[in-house]
Nanobody, 116 residues
């Protein structure tokens, strides 16, 4: 069983949109917060967005206003809606979950390529 399963990556033209999903149905315990990270070519992994169990949301400056993170009502699926994509958004995107019992989980990563 894989705790986090990501989907939705792919190839998109500049200016296009993609929606990533992260299924967290195998997580045990209550979710404290859920995050999206990305690793761009030649860069270290960086935090993209956070959504807490109380609904607080934050984004890195580079994606503010273009990306939207959300969850379903029972916090079993995490989403990242990405609009106005640029080549600089090309990366492997990872979801991450931390539970109130301090367990942490990573997704396997999904490739997003923005290119004409």
């Amino acid at each position: 069983q894989v705790p986090l399963v990501e989907s939705g990556g792919g190839l998109v033209q500049p200016g296009g949109s993609l929606r990533l999903s992260c299924a967290a149905s195998e997580i045990s315990g209550s979710v404290l917060y859920m995050r999206w990270y990305r690793q761009r070519p030649g860069h270290e992994r960086e935090l993209v967005s956070t959504i807490t169990n109380s609904g607080l949301i934050s984004y890195v400056d580079a994606v503010e206003g273009r990306f939207t993170t959300s969850t379903d009502n029972d916090k079993k699926t995490l989403y990242l809606q990405m609009n106005a994509l640029t080549p600089d958004d090309t990366a492997v995107y990872y979801c991450y979950v931390r539970t109130s019992s301090r367990n942490t989980y990573w997704g396997q990563g999904t490739q997003v390529t923005v290119s004409s």
